[in-house]
């Protein structure tokens, strides 16, 4: 908000529009809760319909919240073009862009490897995944498990060979998938080993021969035992040497993770962690278990459901990223588009050349629904939606997918399916760019203002939301989204943590500006979704951080106490103590303004011109210090450094403006003798000045209190000035200058 008012008032034709996104497997996850929580009901007992429903009322309440929150931070939006990612327009142009992906051949489906949640039974995106780091052996608390499941640990056991050649022993992390082992890799230039080449293992509970396969882009032959087993649909790794040796890809889960019947009768039904306890003591009973070691680990959990992520083969729908990610590394090394800060620029150059297909579908049921439908010829059976990938049909709406059926099997009788499935949320704000200026339509506002100026955004999906945008629009819009890329550092609390409902340390930028006592945020937790453990803990935190509740800061004191914090690396630490401490300054602008405004007059009304030469040395300082002050504030702004320019504003009004000239001033003021006369005019001018300047320097980030004080101001004489602080003119140096008629 900042930039953009700073921008306005420099003459820019200045356009920032609200909205907000349907945030799918978030909403999806919240909602589910609370239908549960308060009438024991699943989605599926009152179907996809009435849980859309549902959804579009919670929507309807807590999207309200987040703008009220950006009207309360006096953000200068244009609310006229208020939208949201699935209003009629936005939900048009995500089918639009699918169809135009899909013809392009940049959208495909395939059977690959997928982040999978078995408690939400969707796909999630990488975004949703946290990295726990274990470093000993750990026992976890997992949804669905009574008792903590054991990770942090590896476990050796040994595959018989074939021939009698007796034994190959490997280690793994997650002994139950070795159910879905189809292979063993060797470092092709490893002697133990050399032997055994194309020989084979035999599965212990299944028979299944596992070929020992050479592959030295896997194989590390001085890690644990120099041999690996291979699990081709279970993990990223694998699936890759899979790909490499045309191995069997064996799924051994069902879709809540369960043991399925390729995992042999003996485990079939058992919960996967379950069954992890039940090989090892089965690999105990045939004296093929070794030993278990505390082991190093990167272990993947849901953000949403906290169940364990488990890699899975999925039908999925995908977006071929290669070309369209070139181009996206294309535009940044040409400085088409600057990232700030520089220093992200090699986050971006690392994740666009190694950049994987991005799958775009969810097994949801809130979101834009894939724009796909499967034919089923007459006499056949839908046993399994979408097993033939060529009876896909992609299309704008049923209409269109039945005249391309028809086209595609002339007189035979079908039916057609939609693909129940969602698009990912990236998806349709990966369009935003676009879509809020009215894409796929032609428009004034897209020929307007695309690509836009500046895109502002948290370090933290510079990847997930800034490279989609990127891609998408060069595909679809012919040229980047925007041309620079500010990257603001991720507010934390005060002591450096993550903000986290479940630890209670969130801060709602409503209690700050309106305070709160700590009874009304704990009750605040108590209407939240946090099951009773995490309820626990986040009472504790608001009681540790907060022990007198908030005090009342208002929204300007907010506002700057975050633009000064962004000099703090990529973290802000935020102690509200600081916020109070520009509330109060904010009370000391009040006072500085009220003094002066009683100097002035009643009846002081600012001339055309202010002659600096006669001013007394104290006048001639003031203004000199203002000019530097105003040019330190621009120069900071349009380098993006916006902590820098807070200082500046700051220093000028504290230091110079409050302790030194005013206080320097007031015997003019407090004598009534006429030799004085001249030098309290000059005193007056110039403070009008320095008001009149000051407030406007400082309007990006304290809107409220400038804008109240600056209506308060005098009006120059014959001067037509603006109805709002907001769309008068910015200060610049040339202007002071040009005011003193010389130098200053």
Request: hydrophobic letters at 40%; a neutral charge.
């Amino acid at each position: 908000d900042a930039m953009i008012r700073w921008r306005r008032m420099s003459g820019y034709n200045a356009l920032w529009v609200p909205g907000v996104d349907h945030a799918g497997i978030a909403t999806q996850v919240v909602v589910e809760k609370k239908l549960m929580r308060e009438r024991k009901l699943t989605r599926h007992d009152i179907g996809r319909d009435k849980f859309i429903s549902e959804v579009l009322k919670w929507k309807d309440q807590y999207g309200g919240t987040i703008l009220g929150q950006l009207r309360r931070l006096g953000a200068s939006l244009d609310w006229s073009r208020e939208c949201f990612t699935m209003d009629d327009q936005r939900s048009k142009a995500v089918t639009e862009a699918f169809v135009r992906l899909h013809k392009d051949g940049l959208i495909y489906r395939d059977y690959r490897l997928v982040n999978w949640d078995c408690t939400l039974l969707t796909a999630i995106s990488d975004i949703e995944v946290d990295h726990l780091e274990l470093k000993e052996e750990t026992m976890l608390k997992v949804p669905g498990y009574s008792s903590p499941v054991q990770f942090g640990v590896l476990i050796s056991f040994a595959y018989p060979l074939e021939e009698g050649l007796g034994e190959i022993i490997v280690a793994t992390t997650r002994i139950e998938t070795m159910l879905g082992d189809t292979a063993i890799a060797v470092h092709p230039e490893d002697k133990r080993y050399k032997h055994l080449h194309g020989k084979h293992a035999i599965h212990p509970f299944n028979g299944r021969k596992l070929k020992i396969i050479c592959d030295a882009v896997l194989v590390d032959p001085t890690f644990g035992t120099g041999a690996v087993k291979i699990t081709p649909a279970h993990d990223p790794n694998d699936f890759e040497v899979g790909k490499r040796h045309n191995l069997e890809f064996i799924n051994i889960f069902t879709d809540d993770g369960k043991i399925n019947s390729n995992g042999g009768a003996q485990f079939e039904g058992m919960a996967r962690f379950a069954a992890r306890v039940a090989v090892i003591d089965a690999l105990k009973e045939k004296g093929l278990y070794k030993d278990t070691k505390k082991n190093e680990m990167n272990l993947g959990i849901c953000s949403r459901s906290n169940d364990v992520v488990e890699p899975m083969i999925k039908p999925q729908w995908f977006v071929n990223c290669h070309t369209m990610a070139k181009a996206g590394l294309d535009a940044v090394r040409s400085k088409k588009i600057e990232i700030i800060p520089q220093q992200y620029e090699q986050d971006w150059y690392r994740w666009l050349e190694n950049i994987r297909d991005w799958c775009v579908s969810r097994q949801l049921w809130w979101g834009h629904r894939v724009p796909a439908w499967y034919v089923t010829l007459e006499d056949e059976q839908l046993n399994d939606l979408g097993s033939n990938n060529d009876r896909w049909i992609v299309a704008r709406n049923e209409c269109d997918a039945m005249l391309e059926a028809q086209k595609k099997y002339p007189g035979k009788k079908f039916q057609l399916n939609q693909d129940p499935d969602v698009l990912d949320t990236w998806f349709s704000s990966g369009l935003f760019p676009l879509t809020v200026l009215g894409w796929p339509d032609d428009t004034a506002d897209l020929r307007a203002f695309y690509p836009t100026s500046v895109l502002e955004t948290g370090l933290d999906i510079l990847f997930f939301w800034v490279a989609r945008m990127v891609m998408m629009g060069m595909q679809l819009g012919g040229d980047v989204p925007f041309q620079k890329v500010y990257l603001h550092p991720m507010i934390r609390d005060a002591h450096g943590r993550k903000m986290s409902k479940s630890l209670g340390n969130v801060v709602d930028p409503l209690e700050v500006i309106n305070g709160t006592t700590l009874e009304d945020l704990l009750k605040r937790l108590e209407e939240g979704n946090l099951d009773p453990n995490e309820l626990s803990v986040a009472r504790e935190g608001k009681k540790k951080d907060f022990p007198d509740g908030i005090a009342e800061c208002g929204t300007d004191a907010l506002r700057f106490a975050l633009i000064s914090y962004t000099s703090q690396s990529d973290k802000i630490n935020l102690d509200i103590k600081r916020v109070v401490g520009y509330r109060q300054w904010c009370n000391k602008l009040w006072n500085a303004i009220r003094f002066a405004m009683g100097k002035l007059g009643d009846h002081y009304a600012p001339p055309a011109t202010i002659v600096v030469s006669s001013m007394p040395p104290v006048c001639k300082w003031i203004l000199s210090v203002l000019n530097k002050a105003i040019g330190k504030t621009v120069t900071s702004l349009e380098a993006y450094k916006f902590a820098d320019a807070t200082s500046a504003i700051y220093s000028w009004w504290q230091y110079q403006l409050c302790d030194v000239f005013i206080e320097a001033v007031k015997p003019y003021f407090f004598n009534d003798s006429q030799e004085f006369d001249s030098a309290r005019a000059a005193c007056r001018d110039a403070l009008w000045v320095c008001l009149d300047n000051g407030l406007r320097l400082l309007h990006p980030f304290m809107p409220y209190v400038t804008e109240e004080l600056w209506q308060r101001l005098p009006q120059p004489k014959d001067s037509c000035r603006k109805t709002s602080i907001m769309i008068s003119e910015y200060p610049s140096v040339v202007k002071v200058i040009l005011m003193s008629n010389g130098r200053l």
